[in-house]
């Protein structure tokens, strides 16, 4: 019996720091998509170099080794093993494998009415056993009876659900950081000046001190305090 839950094999945390990766707008693009089909399910080795002129399908293709860059119009992603691509129908691009070494992957192709589509790149946690899933998926898929495609199919649907809760978060994530966003710019600029206080700092966000430092919390990991003596230790290291 395969396992193929999906649920937990993608990292709760999202990075925001790449626009490409994340538009973050509101605007979520697989909350409300129609008419899905998955079509195939393809596993093979990236070639060195590769243009597309027009994908005729949607993809989501997972890199189990090596590492390829993928050039779209809007932008360059580098995906690397252990991570996942959106690539969206009717985009042109290339690929290049980054290196000589092995370079795997297994790719989703599906139909769907998708608005606004993008490109978008996905970490994935617990690379070990997606590796060993995706792998048993593809023989799935192979020689599939019924049970098996609508297994696949359950799969497909799994990754649906959760790049839908990780747009929800990244977008709630990047509304807290805009209330921030004034302190920590106003940090940056003067983070050795010895007026600075971590203190007031919620003032300039309009916020209470508790809120303030909840949020910030939240997206560096540390309190405002810790943060700006390990920025002002980390330059003096550097001295």
Same mark, same amino acid.
């Given at each position: 019996?395969?396992?193929?839950?999906?649920?937990?094999? %993608?990292?709760?945390?999202?990075?925001? +720091? $790449?626009? #490409?990766?994340?538009?973050? !707008?509101?605007?979520?693009? %697989? *909350?409300?998509?129609?008419?899905?089909?998955?079509?195939?399910?393809?596993?093979?080795?990236? =070639?060195?170099?590769?243009?597309?002129?027009?994908?005729?399908?949607?993809?989501?293709?997972?890199?189990?080794?090596?590492?390829?860059?993928?050039?779209?119009?809007?932008?360059?992603?580098?995906?690397? *093993?252990?991570?996942?691509?959106?690539?969206?129908?009717?985009?042109?691009?290339?690929?290049?494998?980054?290196?000589?070494?092995?370079?795997?992957? !297994?790719?989703?192709?599906?139909?769907?009415?998708? +608005?606004?589509?993008?490109?978008?790149?996905?970490?994935?946690?617990? %690379? =070990?056993?997606?590796?060993? @899933? $995706?792998?048993?998926? !593809?023989?799935?898929?192979?020689?599939?009876?019924? +049970?098996?495609?609508?297994?696949? @199919?359950? #799969?497909?649907?799994?990754?649906?659900?959760? @790049?839908?809760?990780?747009?929800?978060?990244?977008?709630? =994530?990047?509304?807290?950081?805009?209330?921030?966003?004034?302190? !920590?710019?106003?940090?940056?600029?003067? @983070?050795?000046?010895? =007026?600075?206080?971590?203190?007031?700092?919620?003032?300039?966000?309009?916020? +209470?001190?508790?809120?303030?430092?909840?949020?910030?919390?939240?997206? #560096?990991?540390?309190?405002?305090?810790?943060?700006?003596?390990?920025?002002?230790?980390?330059?003096?290291?550097?001295?």
């Amino acid at each position: 019996m395969y396992l193929l839950k999906l649920y937990g094999f %993608f990292e709760t945390h999202i990075e925001l +720091s $790449c626009s #490409f990766c994340y538009n973050v !707008v509101g605007d979520f693009m %697989f *909350e409300n998509i129609e008419n899905i089909k998955l079509l195939d399910i393809i596993a093979g080795s990236s =070639s060195l170099y590769m243009t597309t002129t027009c994908r005729s399908n949607h993809g989501f293709v997972f890199k189990l080794s090596g590492a390829s860059r993928y050039d779209f119009r809007s932008g360059i992603v580098d995906l690397k *093993e252990g991570e996942m691509i959106y690539i969206p129908k009717g985009t042109a691009y290339t690929v290049r494998r980054s290196s000589e070494c092995d370079s795997r992957y !297994v790719a989703l192709c599906f139909d769907a009415v998708i +608005s606004n589509a993008e490109p978008r790149l996905y970490p994935m946690n617990n %690379f =070990s056993d997606i590796n060993h @899933i $995706c792998s048993n998926l !593809v023989r799935l898929w192979l020689f599939r009876s019924k +049970s098996d495609e609508y297994k696949c @199919i359950s #799969f497909f649907y799994d990754i649906l659900s959760q @790049i839908c809760e990780m747009d929800k978060a990244a977008y709630r =994530s990047s509304q807290q950081y805009q209330l921030i966003e004034p302190a !920590v710019e106003y940090m940056k600029a003067h @983070i050795f000046d010895s =007026s600075l206080k971590a203190q007031t700092l919620h003032e300039l966000c309009g916020i +209470s001190g508790t809120y303030f430092r909840k949020i910030f919390a939240s997206q #560096f990991g540390t309190s405002p305090q810790k943060y700006i003596i390990n920025k002002r230790l980390t330059q003096a290291n550097t001295i």
